[in-house]
Structure formats: C-alpha cells, structure tokens
C-alpha cells in the first residue's frame, strides 16, 4: 500500500513555470504524473521507474521534467513554458513493478493522489 499526496499547483500565466510535488510512502513502484481536465479523459504526463527512466506524453516533451528524491521520498514535476492548454487537474499515481501496461494509461495504475489544479491564464 502506498499514499500520495500532491502540493503546488496554483494560478500561472503563459509562459510561467510551477513545480508539482508528491509526498509518498514507498517508491518501489513505478511513478507517473497524469492530468484531467474538464470533459475530458485523463491522460498520462510523465512517468518515471525505480531506475530513473523516465517516458513523457509527446505534448510536454522539452517543456516538463519528472524527477524524484528517494531521501525525501518525493516524486516531482518541474513545468515550465507552460500553456493555456496544460490547465487541468494533475494526479500523482503509482504501480507495482510487475505491471507492465502502457505508463499513460490510467487504468495500469492501482495508487492515485487527490489531486492538484494547475491554471494557466
């Protein structure tokens, strides 16, 4: 069993940057940042595995990094360029290292935080 908690999403304009946290109780799980906005289905962000590799959704390719600290057990999202389109709700998730499901699908991952609004305006 694992528990997630978001932190630090807030009101930036276009252009701006904000870094996303998740506090977790484990890390031996592979980690992902998914979002959802308003009608439609969430998606995958980022996703990063107990070897550091990371994948990332085409969308924020060059513009967002996911990075983690195992001393802190903190997972990280590091958004910067961010667009009008990046607004949504940003989940923090993870799985057990035997699944092996596509990283951006929702449905692969068993642990999902509450959540944190990300507004870009």
């Known amino acids: 069993q694992v528990q997630l908690v978001e932190s630090g999403g807030g009101l930036v304009q276009p252009g701006g940057s904000l870094r996303l946290s998740c506090a977790a109780s484990g890390f031996t799980y592979t980690m992902a940042w998914f979002r959802q906005a308003p009608g439609k289905e969430r998606e995958g962000v980022a996703s990063?595995?107990?070897?550091?590799?990371?994948s990332y959704a085409e969308s924020v390719k060059g513009r967002f990094t996911i990075s983690k600290d195992n001393a802190k057990n903190t997972l990280y999202l590091q958004m910067n360029s961010l667009k009008p389109e990046d607004t949504a709700m940003y989940y923090c998730?993870?799985?057990?290292?035997?699944?092996?499901?596509?990283?951006?699908?929702?449905?692969?991952?068993?642990?999902w935080g509450q959540g944190t609004q990300v507004t870009v305006s």
């Open positions: 998730a993870a799985r057990e290292l035997y699944v092996v499901g596509d990283w951006s699908q929702h449905r692969w991952y068993k642990y």
């Open positions: 990063i595995d107990t070897e550091r590799r990371t």
